[in-house]
């Protein structure tokens, strides 16, 4: 188990930096997701974190040691990559055994060692199969396998599930919590997929370029983004932005297409124009409930229990959410629900929230 922290991290190579000043600290036995778009950087800060990349400057630290020149086998992190990459000619158990005969365990130990991690898994009657015999989540079990078994101080999980179809990926992600909470390791784990993050993490580092943007929980990330760039990323479908007109600034009340909005601001705007922010699932559309604010129904989709309707609201374009048992069809007339509170407002220019 270990806390790692990077101190003033920075990543180039050649001329390109790819990392800039980083500083963070995650905690010992924490869950800890970096969230970011491709190329943000994610691979390589754990590639840095593991051992496998150095870092250009700065330093990175597991329980208040640096270990900057240490090799990946000195630091005892576990790394479990996208493509997980078993052994074909031996067999599960063969493959879970790996890293103990590696280290000259003997037999009766390793006998031992994975048949509990095979049970933590639910791997005991595949043990005796080869990797081409099992299915996609069953071959990731077994990756996640043969990293448990080394007892590292942390795990470094680059994408691991992103070979999964969608179903899988979902069962799998329980399958990581379950056995986040029952080994209690520090677990660093990097995606693209923001749902996969909010569901998993304690934490996130919302990256974009090589910085971290937001470093919070989920609830935070998702209820207080700091800047458009998370609010965008995070939350399926998207934010809706669209711009407001300031009428007074304290206390704020800003319109848009003659609807004024009297939202929640910690800061008192310069500008004379902001930038709202509001979530799909937040704007309620109904073709009876009567409000001031009309639009024309351009595009429906449906997603299990809920709709999604693409509208213009006069020249804004904007996304909301009915119910099953509104009959809402194309080119309908609605009306919508935004409320107050339920607003983010943004500087126009820099793009951080206010
Ligand atoms: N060995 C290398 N030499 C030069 N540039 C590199 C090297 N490795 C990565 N890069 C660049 O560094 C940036 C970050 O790459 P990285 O692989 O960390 O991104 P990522 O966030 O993991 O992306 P993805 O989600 O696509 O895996 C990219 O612009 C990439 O092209
Ligand atoms: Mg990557």
Redesign the pocket.
């Known amino acids: 188990m270990a806390e790692i922290k990077l101190e003033n991290v920075n990543k180039a ?1 050649k001329d ?1 930096v ?1 990392i800039r000043d980083m500083y963070l600290t995650i905690a010992d036995g924490e869950f800890f997701t970096f969230l ?1 778009p ?7 800060i754990l590639n840095m974190i593991t051992g496998l990349e150095p870092v250009t400057g700065g330093n990175i630290y597991f329980d208040s040691i640096t270990v900057n020149d240490l090799s990946p086998k000195e630091r005892d992190a576990a790394m479990v990559f996208q493509n997980y990459a078993l052994y074909p000619h031996m067999t599960v158990y063969e493959n879970i055994a790996f890293p103990l005969r590696m280290k000259k365990i003997d037999k009766e130990t390793i006998l031992e060692e994975v048949k509990k991690v095979a049970a933590i898994l639910g791997l005991e009657e595949l043990l005796h199969r080869k990797p081409k015999e099992l299915s996609g989540g069953q071959r990731q079990r077994v990756a996640l396998g043969r990293a448990i078994v080394r007892k590292p101080k942390v795990f470094l999980m680059d994408e691991p599930l992103s070979n999964l179809d969608a179903r899988l990926r979902i069962e799998m992600r329980a399958e990581l919590k379950r056995l986040h909470r029952e080994l209690k390791t520090t677990v660093v784990y990097v995606t ?1 997929d923001q749902a996969e993050a909010m569901s998993l993490s304690e934490r996130i580092a919302v990256l974009k370029m090589g910085e971290i943007q937001q470093c919070a929980t989920p609830l935070e990330i998702y209820t207080k983004p700091v800047n458009t760039f998370v609010a965008g990323f995070i939350g399926s479908p998207s934010m809706n932005f669209f711009e407001a007109d300031v009428l007074s600034k304290k206390p704020l009340r800003a319109g848009c297409n003659n609807r004024v909005f009297e939202p929640e601001a910690s800061t008192t705007p310069d500008a004379d124009t902001l930038l709202f922010g509001i979530r799909p699932e937040n704007i309620t559309v109904s073709s009876e409930e009567k409000t001031n604010t009309e639009a024309i129904v351009e595009l429906i989709e449906l997603e299990s229990s809920i709709v999604w309707i693409d509208m213009r609201w006069k020249e804004t374009r904007i996304k909301g959410k009915a119910s099953i048992d509104e009959s809402i069809s194309v080119g309908d007339r609605v009306f919508l629900k935004m409320p107050n509170e339920k607003i983010h407002v943004f500087d126009i220019e820099t793009g951080r929230r206010l």
């Open positions: 190579f390109t790819v970011g491709s190329g943000c950087g994610k691979s390589t693209h």
